[in-house]
């Protein structure tokens, strides 16, 4: 099994930068994609940005074009979120997601952290 692990999380004020950061416990066969998707309470979680590793190719949801980053490492064990100008709708869980094969003998599977809360107040 591999556990992911964000970090980074925290209070912002409007027009303030975090860097979120996903570390897993080990390292993976391959990965097919490494993304970032957010969560507000009663709303559905929600696609942030991603990185598909095969391509490579780099995708963001329209709202924060511009203003977040997703980078990752070699190894595909650390993937991460720059995040600037940060505004109040800004402001949820965020979880980190990596697609992928653990072995050569596993399926792929997606794989969830338990999420870091940003929160973006004055």
């Known amino acids: 099994q591999v556990q992911l692990e964000e970090s980074g999380g925290g209070l912002v004020q409007p027009g303030g930068s975090l860097r979120l950061s996903c570390v897993t416990s080990r390292g993976f066969f391959s990965v097919a994609t490494m993304a970032w998707y957010r969560k507000v309470p009663g709303k559905q979680r929600e696609f942030v940005a991603i990185?598909?590793?095969?391509?490579?190719?780099?995708n963001y949801t329209e709202s924060v074009k511009g203003r977040f980053f997703i980078s990752g490492d070699n190894f595909k064990t650390t993937v991460e979120l720059q995040m600037n100008a940060l505004k109040p709708e800004d402001t949820a869980v965020y979880y980190c997601?990596?697609?992928?094969?653990?072995?050569?003998?596993?399926?792929?599977?997606?794989?969830w952290g338990k999420g870091t809360l940003v929160a973006v107040s004055s």
């Open positions: 990185m598909d590793t095969l391509g490579p190719t780099i």
């Open positions: 997601n990596v697609d992928g094969w653990i072995t050569e003998m596993e399926s792929r599977m997606k794989y």
